[in-house]
């Protein structure tokens, strides 16, 4: 199904989608990237040349998960 909107009708919903992404909790926002991506069109690509600081914010953050999991937000409660 393929919908129609007009100009105005399309700024209104940008500005609608503005105001909730800036209002999404940071943990939650990350989580939306691969989607918003996807729906933009692009290219969703796997970093391979994380920089040393990355690969230790992932690794902690893999700690963090593995002690206490309930303080995460699945993606499917996200999306």
């Known amino acids: ?28 926002l ?5 989607s918003l991506s996807t729906l933009a069109g692009d290219v969703f690509a796997i970093e391979t040349d994380l920089t040393a600081e990355e690969k230790k914010e992932i690794a902690e ?3 963090e998960y593995k002690v206490a ?8 409660e996200v999306l």
Do not use: N, W, Y
Not at 2 to 28: F, M, N, T, W, Y
Not at 30 to 34: D, E, I, K, Q, R
Not at 69 to 76: A, D, I, K, M, S
């Open 1 to 28: 199904m393929r919908v129609l909107l007009l100009p105005k009708a399309i700024k209104s919903l940008q500005q609608e989608l503005h105001a909730l992404i800036d209002v999404i909790p940071e943990g939650k």
């Open 30 to 34: 990350v989580a939306l990237l691969p």
């Open 61 to 63: 953050c893999e700690a």
């Open 69 to 76: 999991p309930e303080t995460f937000t699945p993606l499917c």
